[in-house]
C-alpha cells in the first residue's frame, strides 16, 4: 500500500513539473512568434524588404508559395483571386520578410510558413470584409 501511495505521489510531483516545464515552453515561443511579427511588421513600415536563408531554394519556396495559397483560400477568397493576390509584389515582400523575421527568431521552415500564412488569412479575412 506504501508503494502505491508513494508512486501516486511521485507521479503527482513528476506531472506538476513537466506541465509546469511545459506551458513555459508554450509561452516562450508565444513570446518569440508575437515578437517576429511585430518586428516584422515594422521592418515593412520603414519600407525594409527581408528574404529568409532559402529564398533560392525552389522546392521550399514552391512549398511555401503553396501553402500561403491555401491560407488565403482557406480565408475565403478564391484560388485564382488568393493567387493574384499573393503575387503582388508588396505581399510578396510582406510574407518573405514575416518569413525571414521567424527564421531570424530561430523558427524552422515550417514554422516559418506558419507565421506567413497567419499573415495570409487575416490579410485575406480583411480584404473579404472591406469588399463587402
Aim: charged share 25%.
Amino acid at each position: 500500500m506504501f508503494a502505491f501511495i508513494a508512486v501516486v505521489v511521485v507521479g503527482f510531483f513528476a506531472y506538476a513539473v513537466l506541465r509546469g516545464a511545459l506551458r513555459g515552453k508554450a509561452a516562450e515561443t508565444r513570446h518569440r512568434y508575437n515578437d517576429a511579427m511585430a518586428t516584422s511588421l515594422q521592418a515593412l513600415e520603414r519600407g525594409e524588404v527581408h528574404y529568409p536563408s532559402w529564398i533560392h531554394d525552389e522546392f521550399y519556396t514552391r512549398n511555401f508559395v503553396t501553402e500561403t495559397v491555401r491560407a488565403a483560400v482557406r480565408s475565403g477568397l478564391t484560388e485564382e483571386q488568393a493567387k493574384k493576390a499573393l503575387s503582388e509584389q508588396s505581399m510578396a515582400n510582406t510574407m518573405m520578410t514575416i518569413a525571414a523575421y521567424f527564421e531570424k527568431n530561430g523558427f524552422s521552415r515550417s514554422e516559418q510558413i506558419v507565421g506567413a500564412c497567419d499573415y495570409v488569412e487575416k490579410a485575406a479575412s480583411k480584404l473579404l470584409n472591406n469588399n463587402k
